[in-house]
């Protein structure tokens, strides 16, 4: 029914309780179009790194909540993000996931050229639009951009809408975060490297964000995953065997480890999910690493760079990053029942070799879409999607750890590392913003 949700600010509210949602938040479609709309249009979301374009007119390209950019290296220096359509007709200025454009932007269809910072150049047959008005119209006024563009240690990110919260209001909480994380490299600097791995699936993007949090699924989830890491880790030797041991056997760990982590939830859904340890602090040293971090970054900084490895932090809606080993995953919403997945490995630069093998194979024994890990997870993600259609309780729970309190003021230190609370916090930015109209169009 169309505007179900959309006229009625008390229904679309009633969706999220303090210990349930509603199904509808993941399966109406309505409630998909205004999530991207109240939600992803006003946050700040990821959008590349800078590592991935260098040079100036180097270039990728993307989608934010369903909307065409790119993201490119200007003359001078600086990152500017466009909407990836021309001012002209709408069509597409670039259609490679990346590459370098040169000294201007032409458009493939008619012809119009444009500037590396987006404002119109030129365009064939100039005589013909003399006195119609082109040049003032939006048309002439070139590319047009999202409300706000940022660049923090490498990471950028886009705010679609003009209305919406300031960068640094948005993240406070997290942008240390993103700190420790570059801070493992002695010069500050991350970089990808190579490749996403990519993943369509049949499930809402939601679904996705709370697993990164949930900490009981691994056990019953992953047995199959601890068990065959053992058996083929029997059957390798050196370096092999001991990074496929350290990165997969630790999925077997009991409900009692998750129990102590520890996590912080902050406002507009963002959580660090293993404040205290994780699956990834039993990583064995690398050789000479501490001493060029304590060169670099002193004694004091070292320390609390190493012995920060959570479980996961997200920076809600769209990003997912582990510091150790150093990867991405973003998020893209396709439909309500219908997600893109990218995983990207980082590595520090000036760091040993080793940190980026392990990045790397990290990503490729959990991520990739035929993991014995992400399949499990996928499996169970695609069977939740189909069965919230079927008749019987509309309600999804969220009690584990509520005792009927209010919600706590943010930030919020999390002692069981088990407690929902962490997915409760997502959704009281979510409800937060759907109550808000429909942002400005840009």
């Known amino acids: 029914m169309s505007g179900f ?26 409630v998909f179009d205004l999530e991207m709309e109240r939600l992803w249009a006003r946050s700040w979301l990821y959008v590349g790194h800078a590592s991935q374009v260098p040079a100036a007119g180097d270039y990728l390209t993307t989608t934010l909540a369903g909307q065409p950019v790119f ?62 008005g082109v040049w003032e119209s939006p048309a002439g006024k070139g590319l047009a951009k999202p409300g706000g563009v940022r660049e923090y240690r490498g990471l950028v990110f886009a705010r679609l809408s003009p209305d919406g919260p300031a960068f640094e209001d948005y993240f406070a909480g997290v942008l240390e975060i993103l700190d420790l994380i570059a801070d493992r490299s002695p010069s500050g600097e991350l970089e990808v490297v190579g490749p996403p791995l990519r993943s369509e699936m049949s499930c809402n993007w939601k679904m996705y964000l709370e697993n990164v949090n949930d900490s009981v699924h691994p056990i019953s989830t992953h047995e199959s995953a601890a068990h065959a890491a053992k058996t083929v880790g029997d059957g390798l030797s050196g370096a092999e065997q001991e990074m496929a041991m350290e990165q997969l056997l630790p999925f077997g760990a009991g409900y009692s480890f998750y129990t102590k982590m520890g996590a912080r939830v902050t406002a507009h859904g963002h959580s660090i999910h293993g404040t205290k340890f994780s699956l990834h602090s039993g990583y064995a040293a690398i050789p000479g690493y501490q001493d060029m971090l304590r060169e670099a970054h002193g004694e004091a900084r070292a320390h609390e760079v190493l012995s920060f490895s959570p479980q996961n932090t997200v920076l809600y809606p769209s990003l997912a990053l582990k510091a150790s080993p150093a990867l991405l995953r973003v998020l893209q919403p396709l439909a309500a029942g219908r997600t893109r997945l990218e995983v990207w490995a980082l590595a520090p630069r000036g760091a040993p070799e080793a940190l980026r093998r392990q990045a790397v194979n990290y990503t490729r024994l959990v991520f990739s879409p035929t993991s014995i890990v992400a399949h499990d997870d996928i499996r169970l993600f695609e069977s ?38 962490l997915m409760r916090n997502q959704f009281r930015a979510w409800r937060d913003a759907l109550a808000q109209p429909a942002p400005e169009v840009v």
């Open 5 to 30: 949700y959309r006229a009625d600010a008390a229904r679309l509210a009633a969706l999220v309780q303090p210990d349930r949602v509603h199904r509808d938040v993941y399966i109406d479609e309505e």
């Open 71 to 132: 993201l490119m290296r200007q003359p001078g220096g600086e990152l500017g993000v466009f909407f990836n359509r021309c001012a002209h007709k709408g069509a597409q200025l670039l259609l490679d996931e990346r590459g370098n454009a040169g000294k201007l932007l032409r458009c493939p269809y008619h012809a119009w050229n444009y500037k590396l910072d987006g404002s119109l150049l030129s365009l064939p047959l100039k005589n013909d639009y003399e006195g119609s």
């Open 384 to 421: 939740v999607q189909r069965s919230l259609h079927a008749g019987g309780n509309e309600w999804i729970s969220l009690h584990r750890g509520y005792r009927g309190e209010a919600e706590p003021a943010l930030p919020h230190e999390v002692e069981d590392g088990n407690d929902e609370l």
